[in-house]
């Protein structure tokens, strides 16, 4: 995608999990690609700047692993098929559960 436009992207620092991203761009020059929950949380939090991508980004499936060991698990399975619904049509996760406040 970078290339159509002529960019190209330079990978300054790998972290091991995305949540830590915004405290290694607190203190810098460099940037990341986050989704936009954790992006505003980090700007409430640390106060990075946030802005949308310069282009059009694809939505990423989330991917699951687990030990056969906790198939029956009714939590496990629980969290297994809203993972599978999200994947189905994403922002969709309708649970049937009313949210706290």
Do not use: C
């Not at 629980?78 to 049509?89: A, F, H, I």
Request: charged share 30%.
């Amino acid at each position: 995608m970078l290339a159509k436009q002529g960019r190209q992207r330079r990978i300054g620092l790998w972290v091991p999990h995305f949540t830590s991203a915004p405290l290694a761009v607190v203190a810098s020059d460099m940037v990341s690609t986050l989704v936009s929950r954790v992006a505003r949380r980090a700007r409430e939090l640390f106060g990075v700047r946030v802005f949308e991508p310069p282009l059009e980004l694809p939505t990423l499936p989330v991917k699951m692993s687990w030990s056969r060991a906790h198939d029956e698990d009714a939590a496990r399975s629980y969290l297994r098929e809203l993972v599978r619904r999200w994947n189905e049509r994403p922002g969709s996760l309708a649970t049937g559960r009313k949210r706290r406040s």
